[in-house]
């Protein structure tokens, strides 16, 4: 274990009329071969008397690992190497998850998430941003909901595991560019104004105490690419050491923000752009996040709708890849046509609501709240955006570099999005391209498990700047047929058929091709 951290305890020497060293020097002096270079600041220098005296100069030191340099973040008396703790977070702007570290053992104690504050300024993160704009007191505002999440977070977790925050010296955030600008209370205008370029890329350690997180210690925030290329991404990338690996691989990412890279050791191109809410289940009436009472998964069998929802609970709505399977479902049985539009008489589940073709997945009778729930016409237009989205980011920076899907050796499905799934589904649809499924790998969280990474081992710091160093990022709005290939992409799976084999077998062999 290389943590950001360490905890050394030290017996030095007692003062005396032959050694008449400084406390703080006496500590240094013993910190030296190891450690090397090591800064004190004055708040812990205060302490040394008579905190050394007291402890008979036994005592423990904690230090924190900065690019260049230890910083000693707290001194304690007696051997207290044992409790030695970090917290990694992803930083989401709908979610936060905290997990608590033994840095120690790189055990994990806990995991905690809820919702992030932010949301009450807009779920939208534009809405955020426009909020914010010429008023320092709403920007303010905006960084506190951000802090208080974390201090939530923290109580948690304190209450969970009796771990309080003065125990724990290191924290790793990753999130994307403006959650980052936000936590530190730093304006991200600039991130939406031509020509999109943030305050900053690189945040690197931030004292937690100046920014209002009660940690005794620092706060390190992964650096950022570019305005919607986040240190949540550069944070998979180095979970999933795509940067160091011959193989080709893609790595998408699929949220409120859609990223996409391509690369290995030799090169790592991207893009990235806004999603919008549709994979959270923001573009229906009943759409919502994955929590209980989420259909999460649906099957059509014998022309009836069978699904289930998470915890088991009652349907209340539905969630991204609920929406993605009712799609694929719904094509595979013929209730859909090629371009998205639902037949009337295909389903006694499709049924008129104020004039609009709507598919009843769930009726009065099974919902909790007693409603019809229902995904209409205009819900799967605007689904049928994000997913053409999806692919038109694929085949457009494949383009770029002068590569096909064939070249691709690896294509990571990141993010909650993209672990809950079902990939069948999501292949049948046009949302991700029609590979060897072997190919396919969806790691989960890679912000918050990069995250970790860094915590746990402090040798990757370099690696965290080479990433970002070396992705080579392409801005959509110069992309000029970007738009043309998303309206190809709008049809189920494509316009063109036999980009998707697999389907188009399964289509045949349905007798609807």
């Not at 081992?457 to 690696?463: C, K, P």
Request: hydrophobic share 40%; charged share 25%; proline share 3%.
């Amino acid at each position: 274990m290389e943590a950001l951290s360490e905890k050394i305890f030290l017996k030095l020497d007692m003062p005396n009329d032959q050694n008449r060293r400084g406390d703080r020097d006496k500590i240094f002096d013993a910190l030296k071969e190891k450690y090397g270079q090591v800064i004190m600041p004055y708040k812990i220098l205060k302490e040394l008397y008579p905190k050394c005296r007291e402890a008979n100069f036994e005592i423990t030191v904690t230090l924190a690992r900065r690019d260049y340099d230890w910083v000693v973040t707290k001194i304690e008396c007696g051997d207290t190497t044992h409790n030695h703790y970090g917290l990694c977070v992803d930083l989401g702007s709908t979610t936060v998850i905290m997990r608590l570290v033994d840095l120690n053992t790189g055990n994990i104690i806990t995991e905690e998430c809820i919702f992030n504050k932010e949301i009450k300024f807009g779920e939208d993160i534009l809405n955020r941003i426009f909020y914010t704009r010429n008023s320092k007191e709403k920007l303010y505002e905006v960084h506190k909901a951000a802090i208080d999440t974390f201090l939530e977070l923290l109580d948690i977790i304190e209450k969970k595991t009796n771990v309080k925050g003065e125990d724990i010296s290191i924290m790793t955030v990753a999130g994307n560019t403006t959650m980052i600008h936000f936590l530190l209370n730093i304006d991200p205008w600039t991130i939406f104004q031509t020509p999109y370029t943030p305050v900053f890329n690189q945040p690197g350690f931030i004292n937690a105490e100046e920014i209002g997180i009660p940690i005794s210690g620092y706060v390190y925030c992964f650096p950022s690419v570019a305005n919607y290329f986040g240190g949540d991404i550069v944070s998979g990338l180095l979970y999933t050491e795509i940067y160091d690996s011959d193989e080709i691989s893609a790595f998408i990412d699929i949220g409120t923000n859609g990223e996409l890279v391509i690369g290995n050791k030799d090169f790592l191109v991207a893009v990235a752009g806004a999603a919008g809410p549709a994979l959270e289940g923001g573009i229906s009436k009943f759409g919502m996040r994955a929590k209980k009472g989420a259909i999460d998964t649906i099957k059509i069998i014998n022309n009836e709708i069978k699904y289930t929802t998470i915890e088991n609970g009652k349907p209340l709505g539905i969630c991204g890849s609920g929406i993605v399977d009712l799609l694929s479902e719904m094509f595979l049985n013929g209730w859909v046509d090629f371009s998205g539009e639902l037949k009337e008489n295909a389903s006694k589940h499709i049924i008129k609501v104020d004039n609009e073709l709507a598919v009843e997945y769930a009726s009065k009778d099974e919902s909790k709240n007693q409603e019809s729930l229902i995904f209409t016409q205009s819900d799967i237009n605007q689904f049928l955006k994000t997913k053409s989205a999806a692919y038109t980011m694929v085949a457009f920076l494949l383009g770029e570099v002068g590569l096909t899907l064939d070249d691709l050796d690896r294509f990571y499905a990141a993010g909650a999005f993209g672990t809950h799934l079902n990939l069948e589904s999501a292949v049948t649809i046009g949302m991700y391209p029609d590979l060897d499924r072997n190919k396919f790998n969806c790691p989960g969280n890679t912000s918050l498990e990069g995250a970790y990474k860094l915590l746990t081992n402090r040798t990757l710091l370099s690696s965290v700047d080479d990433i970002a160093n070396r992705v080579n990022y392409i801005g959509l709005e110069n992309a000029k047929d970007f738009l043309e290939k998303m309206r190809g992409a709008s049809f189920l799976p494509h316009t063109d058929i036999d980009n998707y084999p697999s389907v188009k077998a399964n289509l045949i062999k349905m007798g609807l091709l």
